[in-house]
């Protein structure tokens, strides 16, 4: 694991992040503005391979609980895709990381921890809106990472 004072342009984004950016009516802070930054920045935008699909399930979940209308959601999938988060594959050396990062974040699942070992392997900031993830991660020592709210 690197050192928190080694920084990059590179940003994994999660899945809650990116729902309150293409849902903003979800969010409890805006976080338009820092796509907008780091775009401006010229910063990379990152997320593991499962990214698509827990961000359409959550915004299928808005639709289904009626919060959204199906045109809503279909926009929101489209204004996801226009983020333009580059998607990295899930190779044996990401996914063993994952389950690392999981254990330390004491997970039953390895969903958060190939957001931490994406993250530690490319040396660059997890950004998310979960406060939750963000506290434990920080706890087990990626002090990289960053909540939206903070």
Not at 21 to 40: E, K
Not at 48 to 76: F, L, M, Y
């Amino acid at each position: 694991m690197r050192s928190s004072s080694t920084r990059s342009a590179t940003i994994v984004i999660d899945a809650s992040l990116a729902v309150w950016a293409v849902l903003p009516l979800f969010a409890t802070v805006d976080v338009v503005d820092r796509f907008v930054d780091w775009r401006q920045r010229g910063c990379r935008l990152v997320a593991p391979a499962h990214w698509p699909a827990e961000c359409t399930s959550a915004i299928r979940r808005a639709v289904h609980a009626r919060a959204i209308s199906d045109d809503q959601g279909h926009r929101a999938l489209g204004d996801l895709m226009r983020l333009e988060v580059e998607v990295m594959p899930a190779d044996e050396p990401l996914c063993r990381a994952a389950l690392e990062w999981a254990a330390r974040l004491g997970q039953a699942r390895a969903y958060d921890g190939f957001y931490c070992a994406l993250a530690d392997e490319l040396q660059g900031e997890l950004w998310t809106a979960d406060q939750r993830l963000a506290r434990t991660a920080q706890q087990a020592g990626a002090t990289w990472t960053h909540w939206i709210g903070g």
